[in-house]
C-alpha cells in the first residue's frame, strides 16, 4: 500500500485522480473511480448550473467516496458553478483555464478543496500563495489544452519550488508511469486518457476505439500559431483541416478560435470521425483495452508498488 499525503488529505484510498475530460467525465463514471478507490472528478464543462447539479446528484447516488468537480474558470458560467461546488459540498474542486482566487473563500467556508491546475512553476507558486491545498502538475503529453514543459520537466521543478503535494498530470497509463512521478517528487497523480476507455465511461464507442487504434505517433496539436490554446488531440480530419486554416494567410486568432466550437461534441457524442476534435494524450498508444474502472486502478497500483519495491535491484 502506497501511503501518501493526498489520501489522507482527501480520505480515498489511492492517490490516483480521473482527469476532469470536458463531454467525458460526467457523474457515473467518477462516481466508478471513487467508488473503486480513486478520486473521480465531474467535468463541469460550459453545461451550466442545473447540468452540473444533475451530474452531482449522479454521482451520489452511486457512490458515498469522495469525489471532485473541474471547473474551467474561463466559462461563461463559471460564477454560477463556483456557487453550485460549495452549495453542495464538493469534496475537491480542480481548475484550469484561469486564478480560483476570488472563489477561494467561498469554498474554504465550505470545506472544499481547491486543487488547481498548473502548467508552470510560476503559477504553482502564485496558486500555494492563494491558498491552494496542492496542485496538478501537467505536463504537454497530455490531451487537450496543454503547456509548453514536459511532465518529466515540470513535475520535479514544481516540487521543488512549493510546500503543498504535487499530483502529476500527462504521459501516465501504467505502474511504471506513476512509479517514475513518485520519484520525481509527486504524491500521486492524474489520468485522463487512461480512463476515457473505462467500461463505466459514456463517451461514444468511436472515441474509444480511436484511442485503443492509436499508434506512438497518433496525436497532433494545434493552436500554436496564435498562441494560449494548444491543444493536443488524435490524428484526422478535423486536425488536418484545422492546421491548414490556422496557417492561411488571412486567418485570424477569431477565425481560428471559431473552428473548434462544437468539434468536441460531436467527437464525444456523435462518434464523428472526421469532423470531431478527438482530444487524448500521447500515452494513447499504450491503450489496448476496455476496462472497468476498479480494474485500471488495481493494474497501475499493483504495478507501481512492485516497481518501487523491486527498486533496490537497480542499487549495488
Not at 128 to 145: D, L, R, Y
Not at 167 to 179: K, S
Request: aromatic share 4%; glycine share 12%; hydrophobic share 45%.
Amino acid at each position: 500500500m502506497i501511503d501518501s499525503p493526498i489520501t489522507s488529505m482527501l480520505g480515498i484510498r489511492y492517490p490516483i485522480f480521473q482527469g476532469g475530460m470536458a463531454w467525458i467525465a460526467d457523474g457515473r463514471l467518477a462516481a466508478a473511480v471513487s467508488e473503486a478507490g480513486g478520486l473521480g472528478i465531474i467535468s463541469a464543462m460550459n453545461a451550466g448550473a442545473d447540468h452540473l447539479r444533475g451530474q452531482i446528484r449522479i454521482a451520489r447516488s452511486l457512490t458515498d467516496k469522495p469525489f471532485g468537480v473541474n471547473l474551467m474558470l474561463m466559462s461563461p458560467a463559471a460564477d454560477e458553478m463556483a456557487s453550485v461546488i460549495a452549495e453542495e459540498k464538493i469534496r475537491v474542486v480542480t481548475t484550469g483555464a484561469g486564478s480560483p482566487a476570488k472563489y477561494m473563500s467561498m469554498w474554504k467556508e465550505a470545506g472544499v478543496t481547491v486543487i488547481p491546475v498548473v502548467a508552470s512553476v510560476a503559477y504553482a507558486k502564485l496558486m500555494e500563495k492563494a491558498g491552494a491545498a496542492a496542485v496538478i502538475a501537467e505536463g504537454q503529453e497530455s490531451g487537450g489544452h496543454i503547456g509548453e514543459l514536459t511532465t518529466m520537466a515540470l513535475v520535479p521543478q514544481v516540487a521543488d519550488a512549493v510546500k503543498i503535494p504535487v499530483i502529476a498530470a500527462g504521459g501516465i497509463a501504467d505502474g511504471r508511469g506513476m512509479a517514475a512521478a513518485l520519484m520525481l517528487g509527486a504524491c500521486g497523480i492524474q489520468m485522463g486518457t487512461r480512463f476515457l476507455v473505462a467500461k463505466e465511461c459514456s463517451v461514444h464507442q468511436t472515441y474509444k476505439d480511436m484511442v485503443i487504434g492509436a499508434s506512438d505517433a497518433a496525436t497532433v496539436t494545434t493552436g500554436r500559431r496564435f498562441g494560449g490554446n494548444v491543444c493536443r488531440s488524435i490524428k484526422n480530419g478535423f486536425t488536418r483541416n484545422f492546421s491548414k486554416a490556422e496557417y492561411a494567410p488571412d486567418a485570424t486568432a477569431e477565425s481560428v478560435a471559431e473552428l473548434g466550437v462544437g468539434a468536441l461534441r460531436r467527437a464525444a457524442i456523435e462518434g464523428d470521425k472526421q469532423n470531431g476534435c478527438f482530444l487524448a494524450g500521447q500515452i494513447s498508444g499504450m491503450i489496448k483495452e476496455e476496462m472497468t474502472a476498479s480494474a485500471i486502478l488495481e493494474e497501475v497500483m499493483t504495478g507501481c508498488e512492485t516497481i518501487l519495491k523491486g527498486a533496490a535491484s537497480w542499487v549495488k
